[in-house]
């Protein structure tokens, strides 16, 4: 048996488990359960160990959330072009989700093969980024040289490694564009080193300029891309002007392109050149072109004293001096000395070059190298000269770099930038390394002189360490922009918590699985660090499921879809189900009323069966998905929880309860602030708000006996929108939506699985691991474990395989549109039903074609994955499902039963398997026979076959062609372009149906289910289709077309089209071929059609004659349904009892494809009278039940936009709705 823990023994079994990763074995659990969970330590504690849930719920502003939802990085016209306000990324491997051009930057010394932190900007597509402060800052004493200054001639090198991978040139040009851009901006004044890198898909740039190299980048960048142009390349270049005749790197010049877009091989280019080297292995080379440069000159050694010569080698111009304060002065003997700082390749006394070139040192100073010694008389000095140290350019003595701690106690700070390390710093400083260390052993982030960051804050002296730096995308902890400095005893990591308790990083980002959890210490071990590798969690760490006390009952919910009648099989009543496993039954989906109320019309028959069990607790759901995220009912929740309604909500929801005896209400609303769901708007912190301040007003309304729940994500991205602390101490108890985990929505979503940036690996939508990671999200939120049904699926989540054969995690599927075959009975790429899965490892499968016919599937097999503990299945070579079976259904029962989780809740029962009282006419299993036309001949008319099976007739012939003539005219609605006004709008026109003739009626196949074992004798329902016809459609006008909708509002004086599908307005007329769509029932009281009734025999004896010509057709065409998805005028989906799946209609009336999506039904609630055949379904809102208030659903029509000719109407359609139509003879 199961383990199950009392209540109090809970305590104790919380006590064993408590913040520590525990290998649970489930008693009952499988062999493969306990062997994951010995190989998966569980993490819990108990609720007591549990911190406090962050108060409010987390909704980003508009840039950040577009931000996350990007695939590319802020852009730089928006973030400017210092690059510490660009998005950060801990990983290069992101930049490849970008397809557009980036400005890049990171440390120069610290190797990206060590540590991957990178910033990124989104370059502008006009190239006007604006002002900049490009470059760093390691040359802040005399940058200018202090003597005359000589020019040059020098040739600068082109050189090549080639390798096979071509680049693309245009994306090269995109990257150079972009540098050129940056170096136009470039102050005259700025004596900095610029480093620069721009990446644009295939290709990665980098560029360095010395401080000395001026007016030359830009112009040899511009001349570089017009030879790569003409030459092309593959592999990498470069072009370099390498310190020469004693110069500095001040005075080195290169430019490198990575055609496999090695951001690690620019950095390692750009390095070389700022440490004044030269790259010397490459394939090919050559002199490319002459440039000139002005250099310092060097001073004669007889006019050694002062350095004010003006004596020197090469063409003298006018002597630029600076002193160390950075004024132009010259230099005179004083107490202190006027000093430079060592650039990477200064030398002296030949130690590199000979001196007959000159010695850049002295140069640079403006004096003789006699002078140099004299002033900086150190016999030790040309072996110790590092980067960034001073020396002196006149006599006196060395001035103390040293920096001093502020009055107030803390330290004095400097703000890294690319290329310094701790030698440059230290010596510009005067400080060692070692005293580096040790002022920055507190500081945020410092992670050591091996490693440091740019763009971060450190000490230079002791004292108190300053605020981290802030990062531009970062929402969480000390470095989210805007954050103050705490006062003392306030630990840094504690500011800016997640949302939910969750994980937040060292790159001040949220969420809960080890990217963001995991604990480390650097070698430093200071604050905001982590072992190499690691991104650092820095508060509420870790993933452990907080148990709490075992629930009073553990639930077994089911969800039964009522609207499962639709489908064109699998659509058993709910009176069929075996009922007795569950302790609560949701029913889903009831509605809500544009008045706010209750509205279980859409599954009007199931639920009067609903109301009639009992042995469970009877629980509406209402929403759902399509009712909470699509048009036209996606604002309904958000309007019924503002303020002015939510009392009007409130009262009718708990009179609906009361007055049908239900146990409880459920809310589906997905999802309240989700800032991201397509085609609508998004949502808003108010509506996270607004939903907690109703839902206490329901609890506090509803009787005590009664139960309120409500359906949350399993996501950190959308529950982070609720106050679900606050909500689960009001609710009986949460729909934990752990399924759906993943889809074929992940597709190109770099968020969406760990280690698959492209958003395309195979990965099961029930994965454990997640699963487990989602129960540690939400009780580290504070919400009880007893309170959680935690859930389990009765459907799979399928994807087409990219490569057949490859089946595991690493392994893609195709899209963006799903390639995964349709069931035949839920008829939706990516999803698939348990039976429908059942059935094909059975043998007995099919797959739906996009033309709706049924084809059998021939190859099939099955596993069980172990690192995701769910199924799989695989079929037809290149189909990948992930679901659940029994087996881990029950796994996963008897595991959250053990975490003291409130229960399990299966979404859907109903999915399950093939039960029931009907499977409608396209079931799978089911035997398909065909009378044939000689059936009509006969006076005992009869025919049968072995349940279950489908009969399909031949048609019924007429004596003699008929000609239908009065059939209703259409009405329907268009677009219409004004003329003039810009606007477009909405208009109604009445399109005649011209006469028609018919030799023959269709009848609908009948279905004997594997229990219908009686001789049942029917009338066979028959059905005419127009033929179709063209009609002109006026100028200036538009039909609604299949693609998807836009938003958009009009601001004309008519009536204000609030979705604007794209749309082709012709300004003459142009022809359209019109389908309308047929009857489903045609009910003639006299001739000319007296079809008798049928006997239908199940098993019978003899077997009856099959059909060889003249036989009747399984297409739903016959009866107007088309089964590819909207047509121009009709919609697909299936024969259904009122036609297309459901009753669609030419211009997407009842329930099908409109403009306006596909559920529920009219275009803008133009249809009313046979669009009520679902209440409120159909209609604007001033005419009763929603109808057209001069089409309404209490009045006998004949004909509107929806084709079904109803002649009486009641409140559930299928009572009395018949349908007439006129024949003549």
């Given at each position: 048996?199961?383990?199950?823990?009392?209540?109090?023994?809970?305590?104790?079994?919380?006590?064993?488990?408590?913040?520590?990763?525990?290998?649970?074995?489930?008693?009952?659990?499988?062999?493969?359960?306990?062997?994951?969970?010995?190989?998966?330590?569980?993490?819990?504690?108990?609720?007591?160990?549990?911190?406090?849930?962050?108060?409010?719920?987390?909704?980003?502003?508009?840039?950040?959330?577009?931000?996350?939802?990007?695939?590319?990085?802020?852009?730089?016209?928006?973030?400017?072009?210092?690059?510490?306000?660009?998005?950060?990324?801990?990983?290069?491997?992101?930049?490849?989700?970008?397809?557009?051009?980036?400005?890049?930057?990171?440390?120069?010394?610290?190797?990206?093969?060590?540590?991957?932190?990178?910033?990124?900007?989104?370059?502008?597509?006009?190239?006007?980024?604006?002002?900049?402060?490009?470059?760093?800052?390691?040359?802040?004493?005399?940058?200018?040289?202090?003597?005359?200054?000589?020019?040059?001639?020098?040739?600068?090198?082109?050189?090549?490694?080639?390798?096979?991978?071509?680049?693309?040139?245009?994306?090269?040009?995109?990257?150079?564009?972009?540098?050129?851009?940056?170096?136009?901006?470039?102050?005259?004044?700025?004596?900095?080193?610029?480093?620069?890198?721009?990446?644009?898909?295939?290709?990665?740039?980098?560029?360095?300029?010395?401080?000395?190299?001026?007016?030359?980048?830009?112009?040899?960048?511009?001349?570089?891309?017009?030879?790569?142009?003409?030459?092309?390349?593959?592999?990498?270049?470069?072009?370099?002007?390498?310190?020469?005749?004693?110069?500095?790197?001040?005075?080195?010049?290169?430019?490198?392109?990575?055609?496999?877009?090695?951001?690690?091989?620019?950095?390692?280019?750009?390095?070389?050149?700022?440490?004044?080297?030269?790259?010397?292995?490459?394939?090919?080379?050559?002199?490319?072109?002459?440039?000139?440069?002005?250099?310092?000159?060097?001073?004669?050694?007889?006019?050694?004293?002062?350095?004010?010569?003006?004596?020197?080698?090469?063409?003298?111009?006018?002597?630029?001096?600076?002193?160390?304060?950075?004024?132009?002065?010259?230099?005179?003997?004083?107490?202190?000395?006027?000093?430079?700082?060592?650039?990477?390749?200064?030398?002296?006394?030949?130690?590199?070059?000979?001196?007959?070139?000159?010695?850049?040192?002295?140069?640079?100073?403006?004096?003789?190298?006699?002078?140099?010694?004299?002033?900086?008389?150190?016999?030790?000095?040309?072996?110790?000269?590092?980067?960034?140290?001073?020396?002196?350019?006149?006599?006196?003595?060395?001035?103390?770099?040293?920096?001093?701690?502020?009055?107030?106690?803390?330290?004095?700070?400097?703000?890294?930038?690319?290329?310094?390390?701790?030698?440059?710093?230290?010596?510009?400083?005067?400080?060692?390394?070692?005293?580096?260390?040790?002022?920055?052993?507190?500081?945020?982030?410092?992670?050591?002189?091996?490693?440091?960051?740019?763009?971060?804050?450190?000490?230079?002296?002791?004292?108190?360490?300053?605020?981290?730096?802030?990062?531009?995308?970062?929402?969480?902890?000390?470095?989210?922009?805007?954050?103050?400095?705490?006062?003392?005893?306030?630990?840094?990591?504690?500011?800016?918590?997640?949302?939910?308790?969750?994980?937040?990083?060292?790159?001040?980002?949220?969420?809960?699985?080890?990217?963001?959890?995991?604990?480390?210490?650097?070698?430093?071990?200071?604050?905001?660090?982590?072992?190499?590798?690691?991104?650092?969690?820095?508060?509420?760490?870790?993933?452990?499921?907080?148990?709490?006390?075992?629930?009073?009952?553990?639930?077994?919910?089911?969800?039964?879809?009522?609207?499962?009648?639709?489908?064109?099989?699998?659509?058993?009543?709910?009176?069929?189900?075996?009922?007795?496993?569950?302790?609560?039954?949701?029913?889903?989906?009831?509605?809500?009323?544009?008045?706010?109320?209750?509205?279980?019309?859409?599954?009007?028959?199931?639920?009067?069966?609903?109301?009639?069990?009992?042995?469970?607790?009877?629980?509406?759901?209402?929403?759902?998905?399509?009712?909470?995220?699509?048009?036209?009912?996606?604002?309904?929740?958000?309007?019924?929880?503002?303020?002015?309604?939510?009392?009007?909500?409130?009262?009718?929801?708990?009179?609906?309860?009361?007055?049908?005896?239900?146990?409880?209400?459920?809310?589906?609303?997905?999802?309240?602030?989700?800032?991201?769901?397509?085609?609508?708007?998004?949502?808003?912190?108010?509506?996270?708000?607004?939903?907690?301040?109703?839902?206490?007003?329901?609890?506090?309304?509803?009787?005590?006996?009664?139960?309120?729940?409500?359906?949350?994500?399993?996501?950190?991205?959308?529950?982070?929108?609720?106050?679900?602390?606050?909500?689960?101490?009001?609710?009986?108890?949460?729909?934990?939506?752990?399924?759906?985990?993943?889809?074929?929505?992940?597709?190109?979503?770099?968020?969406?699985?760990?280690?698959?940036?492209?958003?395309?690996?195979?990965?099961?939508?029930?994965?454990?691991?997640?699963?487990?990671?989602?129960?540690?999200?939400?009780?580290?939120?504070?919400?009880?474990?007893?309170?959680?049904?935690?859930?389990?699926?009765?459907?799979?989540?399928?994807?087409?395989?990219?490569?057949?054969?490859?089946?595991?995690?690493?392994?893609?599927?195709?899209?963006?549109?799903?390639?995964?075959?349709?069931?035949?009975?839920?008829?939706?790429?990516?999803?698939?039903?348990?039976?429908?899965?059942?059935?094909?490892?059975?043998?007995?499968?099919?797959?739906?074609?996009?033309?709706?016919?049924?084809?059998?599937?021939?190859?099939?097999?099955?596993?069980?994955?172990?690192?995701?503990?769910?199924?799989?299945?695989?079929?037809?070579?290149?189909?990948?499902?992930?679901?659940?079976?029994?087996?881990?259904?029950?796994?996963?029962?008897?595991?959250?039963?053990?975490?003291?989780?409130?229960?399990?809740?299966?979404?859907?029962?109903?999915?399950?398997?093939?039960?029931?009282?009907?499977?409608?006419?396209?079931?799978?299993?089911?035997?398909?026979?065909?009378?044939?036309?000689?059936?009509?001949?006969?006076?005992?008319?009869?025919?049968?076959?072995?349940?279950?099976?489908?009969?399909?007739?031949?048609?019924?012939?007429?004596?003699?062609?008929?000609?239908?003539?009065?059939?209703?005219?259409?009405?329907?609605?268009?677009?219409?372009?004004?003329?003039?006004?810009?606007?477009?709008?909405?208009?109604?026109?009445?399109?005649?149906?011209?006469?028609?003739?018919?030799?023959?009626?269709?009848?609908?196949p009948v279905t004997l289910q594997s229990t219908d074992t009686a001789t049942y004798k029917i009338n066979p329902v028959q059905s005419i289709t127009p033929t179709s016809f063209v009609w002109t459609l006026p100028p200036n006008h538009a039909t609604f077309p299949v693609a998807s909708p836009t938003p958009t509002t009009s601001t004309d004086t008519d009536i204000p089209l609030v979705i604007i599908p794209p749309v082709t307005f012709h300004p003459t007329p142009v022809p359209v071929t019109i389908q309308p769509q047929p009857t489903y029932s045609i009910d003639y009281p006299d001739p000319p059609i007296p079809v008798r009734p049928v006997t239908i025999k199940p098993n019978p004896t003899p077997t009856p004659p099959g059909c060889t010509s003249g036989c009747g057709k399984r297409d739903c065409g016959i009866f107007g349904c088309g089964n590819d998805g909207c047509g121009l005028f009709g919609c697909g989906g299936g024969c259904g009892i009122f036609g297309c799946g459901g009753g669609c209609g030419p211009f997407g009336c009842g329930g099908g494809c409109s403009p306006l999506g596909c559920t529920p039904s009219c275009p803008l609630g133009l249809c009313g009278g046979p669009g009520c055949l679902i209440p409120g379904g159909c209609g604007n809102t001033q005419g009763t039940n929603g109808g057209d208030s001069s089409n309404d659903c209490e009045a006998t029509v004949t004909a509107s936009a929806c084709t079904h000719l109803v002649t009486s109407y009641s409140a559930w359609y299928m009572a009395s709705s018949?349908?007439?139509?006129?024949?003549?003879?």
């Amino acid at each position: 048996m199961w383990f199950s823990p009392s209540p109090v023994s809970a305590g104790a079994l919380a006590f064993l488990l408590l913040s520590q990763a525990t290998a649970l074995q489930v008693n009952g659990g499988s062999d493969r359960l306990n062997s994951y969970l010995a190989a998966h330590p569980v993490a819990t504690k108990p609720a007591a160990a549990a911190a406090p849930a962050s108060a409010n719920p987390n909704t980003l502003a508009p840039e950040l959330v577009n931000l996350a939802l990007s695939h590319c990085p802020a852009g730089c016209d928006e973030s400017g072009l210092r690059p510490g306000n660009w998005t950060l990324y801990p990983r290069l491997g992101r930049l490849l989700m970008c397809n557009q051009t980036m400005l890049l930057d990171f440390s120069l010394f610290t190797s990206l093969r060590k540590d991957e932190t990178i910033r990124a900007c989104t370059a502008s597509s006009a190239i006007t980024l604006g002002a900049s402060n490009i470059g760093n800052t390691t040359h802040e004493a005399s940058c200018l040289p202090g003597g005359s200054l000589t020019q040059v001639q020098e040739s600068l090198q082109l050189a090549f490694n080639e390798t096979d991978t071509p680049a693309t040139l245009e994306d090269f040009d995109a990257a150079a564009q972009q540098l050129i851009a940056m170096l136009s901006q470039r102050e005259d004044s700025n004596c900095n080193d610029t480093t620069s890198f721009a990446y644009s898909n295939s290709v990665a740039v980098g560029l360095f300029a010395g401080s000395g190299v001026r007016g030359i980048p830009a112009t040899v960048l511009q001349q570089l891309t017009s030879k790569i142009k003409s030459t092309g390349f593959s592999g990498s270049f470069v072009v370099q002007l390498c310190s020469k005749g004693g110069r500095s790197s001040k005075y080195s010049f290169g430019i490198v392109a990575s055609g496999d877009r090695d951001v690690s091989l620019v950095q390692d280019a750009v390095a070389t050149w700022a440490s004044g080297k030269c790259i010397t292995s490459f394939d090919d080379a050559e002199d490319w072109l002459d440039i000139t440069l002005s250099v310092p000159s060097l001073v004669s050694s007889s006019t050694a004293g002062l350095g004010n010569s003006t004596a020197g080698f090469g063409n003298s111009t006018a002597r630029a001096t600076r002193s160390r304060d950075g004024s132009s002065a010259m230099l005179n003997r004083r107490a202190e000395c006027s000093t430079i700082q060592v650039s990477s390749g200064d030398t002296l006394n030949g130690k590199r070059l000979n001196l007959r070139l000159g010695e850049s040192l002295a140069a640079e100073c403006g004096i003789s190298p006699y002078d140099f010694t004299v002033y900086n008389p150190s016999s030790t000095l040309c072996s110790t000269l590092v980067a960034g140290q001073h020396v002196c350019c006149s006599a006196g003595t060395m001035p103390d770099f040293r920096p001093q701690p502020n009055p107030d106690g803390t330290c004095a700070a400097h703000y890294v930038v690319p290329g310094e390390s701790c030698s440059v710093l230290g010596a510009a400083n005067s400080l060692t390394n070692a005293e580096i260390e040790s002022f920055n052993t507190n500081t945020w982030g410092w992670q050591g002189c091996g490693n440091v960051q740019a763009y971060q804050f450190i000490c230079l002296s002791t004292g108190a360490p300053p605020m981290p730096a802030p990062i531009a995308n970062a929402v969480c902890g000390p470095q989210k922009p805007g954050t103050v400095q705490p006062g003392p005893g306030t630990s840094l990591a504690s500011l800016n918590p997640c949302p939910l308790n969750a994980c937040c990083n060292k790159h001040g980002q949220c969420g809960i699985n080890n990217d963001f959890c995991t604990e480390s210490e650097s070698e430093t071990g200071a604050p905001g660090t982590s072992a190499p590798g690691e991104n650092g969690c820095i508060s509420n760490c870790g993933t452990d499921i907080v148990i709490g006390s075992a629930p009073a009952q553990y639930m077994n919910i089911g969800y039964f879809e009522g609207y499962n009648l639709n489908r064109p099989c699998l659509n058993m009543k709910i009176t069929a189900m075996d009922l007795t496993p569950y302790t609560h039954i949701h029913l889903a989906f009831g509605h809500v009323s544009s008045t706010y109320a209750v509205d279980v019309s859409p599954i009007q028959e199931q639920w009067e069966l609903f109301t009639q069990l009992s042995g469970f607790k009877k629980i509406l759901s209402l929403g759902g998905w399509s009712f909470s995220a699509e048009p036209p009912t996606y604002h309904i929740f958000r309007d019924a929880v503002k303020p002015a309604n939510q009392d009007t909500f409130v009262a009718n929801i708990v009179s609906f309860v009361t007055e049908h005896e239900l146990d409880g209400i459920d809310i589906d609303w997905e999802y309240p602030a989700a800032p991201d769901i397509p085609g609508i708007p998004p949502g808003t912190a108010e509506d996270a708000d607004n939903y907690l301040t109703f839902f206490t007003k329901l609890r506090a309304a509803m009787p005590s006996s009664k139960s309120v729940s409500f359906c949350a994500p399993a996501s950190f991205w959308y529950l982070k929108g609720y106050h679900i602390d606050e909500m689960a101490s009001l609710a009986d108890y949460i729909v934990y939506m752990t399924y759906d985990l993943h889809g074929q929505w992940d597709y190109a979503n770099q968020h969406a699985i760990d280690g698959c940036p492209a958003g395309n690996c195979l990965r099961s939508q029930t994965n454990i691991t997640e699963t487990l990671l989602a129960l540690a999200m939400i009780t580290k939120a504070g919400v009880p474990s007893s309170k959680l049904a935690v859930g389990v699926t009765s459907y799979g989540r399928s994807f087409q395989m990219t490569t057949p054969g490859c089946t595991g995690p690493m392994c893609t599927y195709t899209g963006g549109e799903s390639g995964a075959y349709p069931g035949p009975c839920t008829g939706t790429a990516g999803y698939i039903a348990n039976a429908e899965i059942n059935a094909i490892l059975d043998g007995t499968g099919f797959w739906k074609t996009p033309s709706g016919a049924l084809q059998p599937i021939t190859s099939y097999s099955s596993y069980f994955d172990t690192d995701s503990h769910s199924n799989v299945a695989v079929y037809e070579s290149t189909q990948w499902v992930g679901y659940m079976d029994n087996t881990v259904k029950a796994d996963r029962t008897a595991l959250y039963k053990l975490l003291n989780m409130g229960g399990v809740v299966d979404w859907a029962i109903d999915l399950d398997g093939f039960g029931g009282d009907s499977i409608g006419d396209s079931d799978p299993s089911a035997d398909i026979v065909y009378p044939p036309p000689s059936i009509w001949d006969s006076s005992d008319r009869w025919t049968g076959c072995s349940p279950p099976c489908v009969i399909v007739f031949p048609p019924y012939p007429l004596s003699a062609p008929h000609t239908v003539t009065s059939w209703p005219a259409l009405t329907t609605t268009l677009l219409s372009s004004a003329e003039g006004g810009g606007g477009v709008f909405i208009k109604t026109t009445t399109i005649p149906v011209p006469s028609f003739i018919i030799s023959d009626v269709s009848l609908h196949p009948v279905t004997l289910q594997s229990t219908d074992t009686a001789t049942y004798k029917i009338n066979p329902v028959q059905s005419i289709t127009p033929t179709s016809f063209v009609w002109t459609l006026p100028p200036n006008h538009a039909t609604f077309p299949v693609a998807s909708p836009t938003p958009t509002t009009s601001t004309d004086t008519d009536i204000p089209l609030v979705i604007i599908p794209p749309v082709t307005f012709h300004p003459t007329p142009v022809p359209v071929t019109i389908q309308p769509q047929p009857t489903y029932s045609i009910d003639y009281p006299d001739p000319p059609i007296p079809v008798r009734p049928v006997t239908i025999k199940p098993n019978p004896t003899p077997t009856p004659p099959g059909c060889t010509s003249g036989c009747g057709k399984r297409d739903c065409g016959i009866f107007g349904c088309g089964n590819d998805g909207c047509g121009l005028f009709g919609c697909g989906g299936g024969c259904g009892i009122f036609g297309c799946g459901g009753g669609c209609g030419p211009f997407g009336c009842g329930g099908g494809c409109s403009p306006l999506g596909c559920t529920p039904s009219c275009p803008l609630g133009l249809c009313g009278g046979p669009g009520c055949l679902i209440p409120g379904g159909c209609g604007n809102t001033q005419g009763t039940n929603g109808g057209d208030s001069s089409n309404d659903c209490e009045a006998t029509v004949t004909a509107s936009a929806c084709t079904h000719l109803v002649t009486s109407y009641s409140a559930w359609y299928m009572a009395s709705s018949t349908t007439t139509t006129e024949v003549s003879q």
